[in-house]
């Protein structure tokens, strides 16, 4: 990468309070929909999905979605690499998506992947709470455990909703688009950036060209200049140079 640095310090004390404040008042409202679930009371919300069930729920919840307010604290390399891509494919479907994650809590890898995303609104800012905001009427948050695993709840609440609501503003008082912390690492085209940045997604060279609407002979010579400029022999060298992560192709 460039000289350039991540900043350090770039959220002020009021916004990392604003947060906390409005993050606390959202947990209580979880706190108590938990209690109510367990106790068989529950008016306002259902369990969506248990352990390793929410990965699948949340894929055939999603393509009925037409508007996604996300905040996630953190996530892993691995986690991005599975949820990107279907990401891309509902923003591309129509999905009006914004999506933020916790800036200090990310890793490098995490915020080079963001950063590169080509598809979608991602932003940085402090965030304490994950949750999901569907539609302007539902709102997903952890749910309680569950025979030993975590769960999702699905609430449909006004009161939550309006909880939920100000913990967003709040976050989105302290975000900055991720695209803002792009790096330029090296002289390349506009279409040569789009296709490392694809790339880097995973994508295989065929996949890359039907996005950019060229042949696949273009992409790969498109790829075969991008490390002729880098002076790498490979993709794995090329995305490395770029500290963008590897590129690869099936």
Known sequence: M?????????????????VTDAG???????????RDLEAGASTECRIGAVGNDVNEWLTAEAVTWRH?????????????????PGNRALVERGLEMVSVFDY?????????????????????????????????ERVL???PTVDGQFSVIDV???RVLEQAMSYWNAVLA???????????????????????DLM????????????????VRTVRSEVARILETLEVRSRFSAGFRLGRGEARTD
């Open 104 to 136: 200090e809590r990310l890793d490098d890898e995490c915020r080079r992947m963001l950063v590169a995303e080509p598809v979608g609104d991602y932003l940085f800012a402090v965030a304490d709470i994950q949750m999901k905001v569907i539609d302007h």
């Open 174 to 196: 302290s975000a900055f688009g991720c695209g803002t912390e792009r790096a330029e690492a090296v002289h390349l085209s506009e279409r040569q950036e789009r296709v490392v």
């Open 141 to 143: 948050l952890e749910g």
């Open 24 to 34: 606390m008042a959202l947990w209580a409202e979880r706190t108590r929909l938990c």
């Open 2 to 18: 460039s000289g350039r640095q991540w900043p350090g310090s770039r959220f002020a004390p009021s916004q990392r309070a604003a």
């Open 200 to 215: 880097q997604q995973g994508m295989t060279d065929e996949a890359v060209a039907r996005h950019l609407r060229v042949s």
């Open 156 to 158: 449909r609440s006004p």
């Open 68 to 84: 996604l307010l996300s905040v996630r604290p953190t996530a892993t390399p691995a986690q991005l690499r599975m949820s990107l």
